[in-house]
């Protein structure tokens, strides 16, 4: 009975089997790029990649976002079915690249001249073990303000230079009876917001030894509790309806006058953007008071991985795509970020772009360009989820004072570790 | 596949050596075994096997990708040690109390409410055919649908209390979803919503089953319709309970996109249940081994729930 029920298995199955050859001249991409502004920007590269004769299909991503695109991008890798490329994140690309499955693209590099255009600090995601594994498409930095400029002029404020600048410019339009601080109250954002505190509060040297370094002494110290403390001053400035709330209604409030301000990276400019309004005549941006100098980055990566040699040659087509100028200038005056090559001309960007770009050069040549730790780029996922747990439960109370912060935080990186 | 496939060619010629039996007849003989082969294979692979799988996992040190050497029970006293972190609570901590919380007050309120519903439908009266499916109808709406509805309809800056405050009412006050300690509660709230219905006609079918005579004799005894419920009609739906418990028991253990639709995870992910636990820490943290251990002991709650159930309704069978 057992053997030929196992029999009827193996015929039923060899049927469900069939082979499937890729088109080897088809770029297999897996992005979730799906909305509108950031859809027409990529098809800027589907028609470079036309004009060289090779066809973009996208891998489908049922429920859409990144977490839905990893979960499939994992189920497709552990099948051996690899796509041509995939939008990956920091540390997700290193951790494919130990497990052997990303490809060499150090040829075209090389020929490219990758390693000069672009910033080192990326370089330490996209090449791994000597071997350029993933094509850097922009730069984000997460410590911006974005400020309605109606309301700025109606309570009469000024760019804040300092962090008491800041709290002084928010309790002014708390007087005038405007929200002050525009937050969404998930995770992520918090402790995107809480990036730029701690670079603000203990300055770059301190970012870096605590959040990129993981220096466990940083991370006890009072510059981090005092971080923490700022952070709960931050907070008593949202509505109370704060918690939960997605990204870009946030940053809504802020473009309908609901609200002064929005700690949040550059790409609430393309909100703005889609909304129809213009830097310096409807929204101001402004770095985060006191990190003026830095930039916090993360960016999107392109990983290549190691398909076949029969589909080799559309894979470097399309990374030479990606990181070619007229891409790069094209492409992120669309997303609101930056490009990954500091050699990129900036005429075509308006003037938060402008400044963007001066300021990742500035800071990647003064050694002040980190990884965010919020977005996955201080230290990898495991980290920076404890990080984002210890961040929220400050924020909304489970964790109550910033002693108790800087323990648990120590002790969730740890157990992370 | 391979080994099994050459299994097949060999066997093949064997059967060609017997002219005897009738190729006909043969295959009739094999043909629903053929049929059903797909969905056999598919159950052992798919559930049993992978259920040995996580579990093996969880006794290595998987982070992105599966691992399979074998590093001993780290990530059970991980999640031992973070059973007993209340203050401020562990994320595991959070998960398994909002699963005490949770699982209690839905079950709780889905029978009660359900039979009450039941006994009142079942009270012959107009409009019944029209009614029940009103109440049944939640059933038929995904979690994430029903998520999302109740998620508009909680917020106190779009629902419930934006609308009282503008039909005058300024002091009333409703932000559970809004907080870390009673956004659980929310989402007990429209689980409840979504499945006392479908308890409501489980009991219907159970009143519906029981003899009238019964009823009668009781009535001329002299029983009030209180009586009647307590003392006959309730301990006499006693297998309904059981069914509806453990229809209601898996519900709640397995809530995810409930708890996602709603709340997002809650603030400071104050409302996770175990199922966001697990999916958290395997897919978004890296921390599969973490991941699995946790599944595995939602697993061995599940079963200390199902196996006295089975166990009791077969050697009923038996006798």
């Known amino acids: 009975m057992l053997r030929k029920l196992l029999i009827g298995t193996a015929l039923a199955t060899s049927f469900a089997f069939s082979a499937h050859a890729a088109d080897v001249k088809e770029v297999q991409m897996l992005h979730w790029w799906t909305s509108g502004g950031e859809a027409a920007a990529l098809n800027v590269l589907k028609q470079d990649l036309a004009k060289e004769g090779y066809a973009w299909k996208d891998v489908p991503v049922a429920g859409g976002g990144g977490d839905a695109a990893m979960t499939a991008l994992k189920a497709m890798v552990a099948a051996g079915n690899y796509p041509t490329a995939s939008q990956m994140l920091g540390y997700t690309v290193l951790d494919y690249a130990a497990a052997g499955v990303m490809g060499d693209l150090t040829e075209t590099a090389k020929k490219e001249g990758w390693d000069k255009s672009v910033p080192a600090a990326l370089q330490k995601f996209s090449v791994y073990d000597g071997k350029w594994v993933a094509a850097p498409v922009n730069v984000h930095s997460v410590n911006w303000l974005w400020i309605n400029k109606a309301v700025m002029d109606k309570i009469g404020g000024t760019e804040p230079k300092t962090f008491d600048d800041f709290i002084a410019l928010l309790d002014k339009a708390k007087a005038a009876g405007v929200i002050p601080l525009a937050l969404g109250g998930q995770n992520w954002q918090e402790a995107t917001m809480f990036d730029s505190v701690v670079l603000s509060t203990g300055g770059p040297e301190f970012y870096k030894k605590a959040m990129n370094d993981l220096d466990e002494a940083s991370l006890k110290s009072d510059t981090m509790k005092k971080s923490f403390d700022n952070l709960a001053k931050l907070v008593t400035y949202v509505d109370p309806n704060f918690s939960g709330r997605d990204w870009n209604l946030a940053t809504a409030m802020v473009i309908k006058g609901d609200a002064l301000v929005q700690v949040m990276g550059d790409w609430a400019k393309g909100e703005f953007h889609a909304a129809n309004k213009t830097p310096g005549t409807d929204f101001l941006c402004y770095r985060f008071p006191g990190t003026d100098g830095s930039v916090v980055y993360n960016s999107d990566m392109f990983g290549m991985f190691n398909v076949p040699e029969d589909r080799k040659a559309a894979q470097v087509a399309l990374a030479t795509a990606t990181l070619s100028k007229s891409f790069q200038s094209a492409f992120n005056v669309v997303k609101g970020s930056v490009p990954a090559r500091t050699d990129v001309p900036d005429t075509d960007f308006d003037a938060c772009g402008k400044k963007g770009i001066a300021d990742l050069k500035k800071a990647n040549e003064g050694g002040t360009l980190f990884g965010s730790l919020a977005q996955g780029y201080g230290a990898p996922p495991a980290v920076a989820n404890a990080y984002k747990d210890v961040v929220s439960k400050f924020v909304h109370g489970q964790i109550k004072s910033s002693d108790e912060a800087v323990t648990e935080l120590v002790k969730a990186i740890d157990d992370a570790k | ?319």
């Open chain 2, 1 to 319: 596949m391979s080994t099994v496939a050459e299994t097949q060619i060999k066997l093949t010629p064997e059967h060609d050596a017997h002219p005897g039996a009738s190729v006909r007849s043969r295959l009739q003989d094999l043909l629903p075994k053929i049929v059903l082969a797909p969905s056999f294979a598919a159950t052992i692979v798919f559930v049993y096997g992978f259920i040995l799988w996580t579990i093996y996992l969880s006794f290595t040190n998987s982070k992105t990708f599966p691992s399979y050497d074998i590093t001993g029970a780290r990530a059970y006293q991980r999640l031992w040690r973070w059973t007993f972190e209340s203050d401020p609570p562990s994320s595991w901590y959070t998960s398994i109390t909002n699963m005490g919380i949770f699982g209690f007050l839905y079950i709780l309120i889905c029978l009660a409410l359900g039979l009450f519903l039941a006994i009142l439908l079942d009270q012959k009266i107009r409009g019944e055919g029209v009614l029940r499916p009103i109440y049944l109808y939640p059933m038929a709406l995904s979690f994430i649908v029903t998520g999302v509805a109740w998620k508009w309809f909680l917020d106190p800056g779009l629902g419930l209390e934006q609308t009282l405050h503008q039909w005058g009412w300024t002091s009333f006050h409703f932000d559970w979803i809004k907080n870390k300690d009673f956004v659980i509660y929310t989402v007990v709230i429209a689980g409840v919503w979504q499945a006392s219905g479908f308890i409501m006609a489980m009991f219907l079918a159970g009143l519906r089953g029981i003899d009238g005579e019964i009823m009668k004799a009781a009535q001329i005894d002299g029983a009030t319709t209180f009586q009647l419920y307590r003392r006959i009609v309730i301990p006499l739906l006693r297998p309904v309970f059981l069914s509806a418990f453990i229809v209601l028991a898996h519900l709640a253990i397995k809530s995810y996109d409930l708890v996602v639709a709603l709340t997002s995870g809650g603030p400071g992910g104050s409302a996770w249940l175990p199922s966001n636990f697990m999916y958290e820490f395997t897919f978004k943290r890296n921390e599969m081994a973490v991941g699995s251990a946790s599944a595995v002991i939602m697993l061995m709650t599940i079963t200390a729930i199902i196996v006295p159930y089975l166990y009791s309704e077969l050697r009923e069978k038996s006798r």
